[in-house]
């Protein structure tokens, strides 16, 4: 290995090392009171270093909310194996648990909110890369399953936002407000109740 592949080599892990430590400290105190000192000492970096990676705490912030995108997302390709429309949907509800709860999604959204106010463009464009791609893969899902026919066809998107608001507020909307909220015990019975009421509008 070359000296300038070392260097570079060295560098990335340096930043993957900063990010790892940004977003635990953005998760556990929110944007306002995460300290770029306490990043660094975290990264196992001096603030130099921290700084000569990312300019501002903004920036690693926004660098943060960039990488949360790719944790957003629902496998489309269930709804081509699954059986039934229950089993698609319940499997692509977990996955949606699974990247809010399993992940830290919901303190880094938590961080999001505390912070548009005074950064509004922070909320627009989580709204829009975040929630609105979540919404847009759930809408293509939906379709699947209509192609398959194993859902009328009806204005998906109206159902996309109707399934998603089902789970939002028995899980996500609690864990928004209260960061001691679990997941609890008897979430497969929500989620099939839930579940079994959009089949009944919705099912073939």
Known sequence: MGLESYRRRVSEQKRRSIMEAARAEFQGN????????EIARKADVSTATLYKHFGSKEELFN???????????IDLDVADSSKTAKEALKSATNDYLNAQFGTGLNALMRAIIS????????????LARGVGRRMEDLK?????????????????????????????????????????????????????????????????
């Open 63 to 73: 660098a943060v909310i960039e990488e949360s995108y790719a944790l957003i997302g």
């Open 140 to 204: 293509t899902f939906i379709d699947r399953l209509v192609a398959r026919k194993l859902l009328k066809k009806h204005d998906t998107e109206v159902s996309a936002m109707q399934v998603s608001g089902m789970i939002k507020e028995n899980f996500i909307w609690p864990a928004m407000f209260d960061p001691d909220f679990k997941i609890p015990a008897n979430k497969d019975k929500i989620i099939s109740e839930a579940l079994d009421t959009f089949l009944a509008r919705y099912g073939a």
């Open 115 to 126: 912070e548009t106010s005074g950064d509004p463009e922070v909320g627009r464009a989580y």
């Open 30 to 37: 929110g944007f306002t009171h995460a300290a770029m000192a």
